[in-house]
Each structure stands twice: as structure tokens, then as C-alpha cells.
Nanobody, 119 residues
Framework: QVQLVESGGGLVQAGESLRLSCAAS????????MAWYRQAPGKQRDLVAAITSGRTTNYADSVKGRFTISRDNAKNTVYLQMNSLKPEDTAVYYC?????????????WGRGTQVTVSS
């Protein structure tokens, strides 16, 4: 059974930093694109950042220059370094990945980690 487990969320003040981690575990043959999404109360879940297996990255305009996504393929882990946090970054952050397990490619989600930024 493949699982994605996020960690690193918390409560910070505006201007501070947080680093989120998401580790994939289970019977994994390969991992394609890994990504972070976020969902604020009453809003839809939106893409924050994505990174391909070749380490090409993509960011939402609202986080460009402040957030950095990276991955460690040896550890099946993706990170999100969040700097200069703003109150509008407050949301539940979800990890997403396309994972090949045995012969099947499926899209997996983590359960989310809360990030709260106070003003």
C-alpha cells in the first residue's frame, strides 16, 4: 500500500519560514511528478508548486520568488521551502504524486498538513 505522509506544518508569524516534507512509502517502482497543493477554508484546492522527475519546476504566481520545491529521489521525498510567509498562505497543504507501484501508475494524495500564518 502506497502512502504519502506530510510533515512540517505549523503556526508562524508573517515573514517567517516553514519547510514542508512529504515522504512516499510502500511498494514503489517509480515516482513521476510530485506536487504541493493547498486549500483554504471555503476555497478550492489549488496547485502551489510541482516538480517533475527531471526536476523541472512550476509555481503558482502567488508564491513565485518565495517558495521553492525540491525532491530527493533516493528518499522518495518532496520538500516545500516557504519563505516570507503571508497570512494569505494559510491553508491545509497537500502532497500529490504520480507513483508507479508494481505495474500501475496512480495519483496519490497525502492527508494534509495545516499551515497558519498570523499577521
Amino acid at each position: 500500500q502506497v502512502q504519502l505522509v506530510e510533515s512540517g506544518g505549523g503556526l508562524v508569524q508573517a515573514g517567517e519560514s516553514l519547510r514542508l516534507s512529504c515522504a512516499a512509502s510502500g511498494r514503489i517502482t517509480g515516482i513521476g511528478t510530485m506536487a504541493w497543493y493547498r486549500q483554504a477554508p471555503g476555497k478550492q484546492r489549488d496547485l502551489v508548486a510541482a516538480i517533475t522527475s527531471g526536476r523541472t519546476t512550476n509555481y503558482a504566481d502567488s508564491v513565485k520568488g518565495r517558495f521553492t520545491i525540491s525532491r530527493d529521489n533516493a528518499k522518495n521525498t518532496v520538500y516545500l521551502q516557504m519563505n516570507s510567509l503571508k497570512p494569505e498562505d494559510t491553508a491545509v497543504y497537500y502532497c500529490n504524486a504520480g507513483i508507479i507501484s508494481t505495474s500501475d501508475l496512480r495519483n496519490y494524495w497525502g492527508r494534509g498538513t495545516q499551515v497558519t500564518v498570523s499577521s
